[in-house]
């Protein structure tokens, strides 16, 4: 009867070893990385409420169209402060020169005055 008391206990012993189950995967929020930061000064895509799409990229402007991407205007942006901006362009349809300034109004807001008085406001795409 020892025997087989021993053959028993050694069972249980394996069998209870074998039934391992794999380790558990643990969820750690990362603090503080979550919200995404918007981007500094006036880089990126803007849009006028009528859909026409400017880009700022690296002192580089341009103006195209959102259906058939046709560039309407283009030119260079200096950062004259991080809230303003003077853009000197050429008009592609008026084959016209003009300087426009705008103010970083809030980060996706942009108020723009042109050399003739005009007014209009960018909205940050994307």
Known sequence: MTRIATWFALSLAALAASCQSAPQEVYRPVYGSAAPVAPAGVEGSWVDPNGIVSTFSGGTFSTRTTDTNQLLASGNYTNVTPQLVEINMT????????????????????????????????????
């Not at 592609?92 to 807001?109: D, G, H, I």
């Open 91 to 126: 008009s592609m349809v008026r084959k016209t020169q003009s300087k426009v300034n705008c103010a970083l109004a809030t980060p996706s807001q942009l108020n723009c005055t042109t050399d003739s008085g005009s007014q209009f406001s960018l909205t940050r795409r994307g």
